[in-house]
T-cell receptor, first 113, second 111 residues
Framework: SAVISQKPSRDICQRGTSLTIQCQVD?????MFWYRQQPGQSLTLIAT?????????ESGFVIDKFPISRPNLTFSTLTVSNMSPEDSSIYLC??????????FGPGTRLTVL | LAKTTQPISMDSYEGQEVNITCSHN???????ITWYQQFPSQGPRFIIQ???TKVTNEVASLFIPADRKSSTLSLPRVSLSDTAVYYC????????????FGKGTHLIIQP
């Protein structure tokens, strides 16, 4: 198993502000992932964060809106910028510890007013 | 990436065996089939992965026919705590890349 923690667990933010979500894992990993899960929906991959290189974003997601940092092999941050109510969602980080199994954090529940 | 189709929801009772079938008609030769479980307010959790025939671990079995166009997750003797959303995924990375989740199956276990 793996331990992944996220901060904050939840937050309520005002429109136009930004929130940075932190993800800490218990072992060094090359690839970390950020997902969004809108209420009652499945997970959607936002981007892949590799240490030492820029994140790779999926279609529909851009760096200006979701800047990602990956300063070392156990930590990553996702910022949700210039938030609107449509950004209200659960944001989850994930990582691979073995070749075929991803582990996920508990998620950050974001509400934008 | 191959698309998957699962029932949106299923009901069963404690002690029963539950089988959830997933269709993936466009699965590629190098795709693996993986199932994840998600409880409310938690991230998904890996259950099982297979490529063909049958795979069994301590929590579930995965049956994959020869044509690999479908797969069945089998949960033996379910309990109330098995109530969750179950996702079937297919990908060539075997989980090494970002995952594409389908809609999942909401399994409800009743006493």
């Amino acid at each position: 198993s793996a331990v992944i923690s996220q901060k904050p667990s939840r937050d309520i933010c005002q429109r136009g502000t930004s929130l940075t979500i932190q993800c800490q894992v218990d072992s060094q990993v090359t690839m970390m992932f950020w997902y969004r899960q809108q209420p009652g929906q499945s997970l959607t991959l936002i981007a892949t964060a590799n240490q030492g290189s820029e994140a790779t974003y999926e279609s529909g997601f851009v760096i200006d809106k979701f800047p990602i940092s990956r300063p070392n092999l156990t930590f990553s941050t996702l910022t949700v910028s210039n938030m609107s109510p449509e950004d209200s969602s659960i944001y989850l980080c994930g990582m691979i510890k073995t070749v075929n199994e991803q582990f996920f954090g508990p998620g950050t529940r974001l509400t934008v007013l | 990436l191959a698309k998957t189709t699962q029932p949106i929801s299923m009901d069963s009772y404690e002690g029963q065996e539950v089988n959830i079938t997933c269709s993936h008609n466009n699965i590629a030769t190098n795709d693996y089939i993986t199932w994840y479980q998600q409880f409310p307010s938690q991230g998904p959790r890996f259950i099982i992965q297979g490529y063909k025939t049958k795979v069994t671990n301590e929590v579930a079995s995965l049956f994959i026919p020869a044509d690999r166009k479908s797969s069945t997750l089998s949960l033996p003797r379910v309990s109330l705590s098995d109530t969750a959303v179950y996702y079937c995924l297919v990908d060539s990375g075997g989980g090494a890349d970002g995952l594409t989740f389908g809609k999942g199956t909401h399994l409800i276990i009743q006493p």
